[in-house]
């Protein structure tokens, strides 16, 4: 049975014997590519579809896509300002609408997922499409007296009606300082400063994007959004939710505490949180310039594989401080190993036992990999059973060990030829003259006893 690290308990609880075990993955909000700090957060779910399924259990993952409510400042601490909603900043950045850029950006988002051989989620639900549960949610919410309306037409959220609130985060309502903005003057209508907006009040400022309701015209607050669409798909229980660490604070709780008012029950029996991620030792954010995307890193001749295997090396729960060193270095891993996968394979089940069995224990990938590479060392004179090794971790472990097709173009081919009979009639400084020809197409050539081996050659970029 898989034993998982629950961010709330602080401790490690075993996960409930339900088969399949529902899994709620804080999603993407489409605005803009997502970079590969998201894509770390992003993996969660997917790792623990495989620690599950190495204890004979199935998995329901259900991810929101978030394309509307999402504001540049998340805090909500911070007074409703209705022109910074993510989705419509950038949707006039680009001049098209907001829902244009919410596929477009929602389409690249799988498309990394897939390249690194993610099980697309079961349920991808759209905060968009979700607006008539949210509004039935917030008008139970008032009805209970959770939530208020305010003068401007706005809902909030009463954090004080929620006694548990802070129980994930550790951040109580009495350490809530106001945000500093709060100051009396700053136009907002909510009662405390750690209410937050459930329904957000605008004007024809606002022009997409925005509902009919019986409170007036709006848009729905960012953490509501989780509510209505995690107990839309699973009802008032859920095994496991999943997101990234900054998400614990305030969304997590926010999120928490809406959820279980509306029930009158715990509803996430676990909160799992993946660690950040630094890039060549700093934040990979937008401000500090500091933005890397599969599709970069992949325009290098790395592939998703192993972008997906440095993901591994490292604990979900540790920081990564990931580098185009280690990226290199993972990529020629890989190629390594999907060398070795020549003829017929077979199982090692000593192998798959002991990986399940890192998996388990809070999802411990690194130690998964660790395994396979001793178990490399170990049958280091024995191909075929490391063969056999080596696909056993990869199928286990998620990792595509095969290698892109190349297009081949006829520029290309006349080149590799002319290598191969300049190789034969041994002019090997032709053959060399010839290789940095086909290196400036981005290409390497390897000769190995199956015949010219041609593989996108890896140029990292260089600061
Ligand atoms: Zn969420």
Known sequence: MLQIYDTKSRQLVAVPAADPVKIYACGPTVYRSVHLGNLRSFLLPDLLRAALASGGQAAVVVQNITDVGHMVDDTGLEAVDPDQDKMLRQAAQEKISALAIARKYEAQYLADLTALNVTIPEQTPRASETIDSMLEIISRLIEL???????????????????????ISGNTLDQLKPGHKFDG???????????????????????????????????????????????????????????????????????????????????????????????????????????????????????????????????????????????VAAEQTIRRWSDQLTGPLNFDAELKTEISAHLLNNIDTAAAVLALRAKEKQLAKSPELRANAIATAAGLLGLSLVSEPIEVTAELKKLIDERSSARAEKNWQLSDKIRDQIAEFGFEVNDTSSGVQLRRAIVPPRA
């Open 145 to 167: 007296d959770f939530a208020y309306q305010a003068e401007d037409g706005s809902v909030f959220f009463s954090a004080k009606k929620f006694p548990s609130y802070g129980a």
């Open 185 to 327: 003057e700053a136009e907002t209508t909510k009662r405390f400063h750690g209410d937050w907006a459930l329904w957000k009040a605008t004007d024809e400022r606002r022009t997409q994007l925005t509902w009919e309701t019986p409170w007036g015209t709006g848009f729905p607050g960012w953490h509501i959004e989780c509510t209505a669409m995690s107990l839309g798909a699973f009802g008032d229980q859920i095994d496991i939710h999943t997101g990234g660490i900054d998400l614990r604070f305030p969304h997590h709780e926010n999120e928490r505490a809406q959820s279980n008012s509306l029930t009158g029950a715990e509803v996430v029996s676990s909160w799992v949180h993946a660690e950040h991620l630094l890039f060549e030792g700093r934040k990979m954010s937008k401000s500090t310039n500091n933005v890397v995307l599969l599709t970069d890193v992949m325009a290098a001749g790395i592939s998703a594989a192993a972008v997906r295997l440095v993901f591994l090396e490292n604990h979900y729960r540790q920081q990564l401080n990931l580098t185009w060193d280690s990226l």
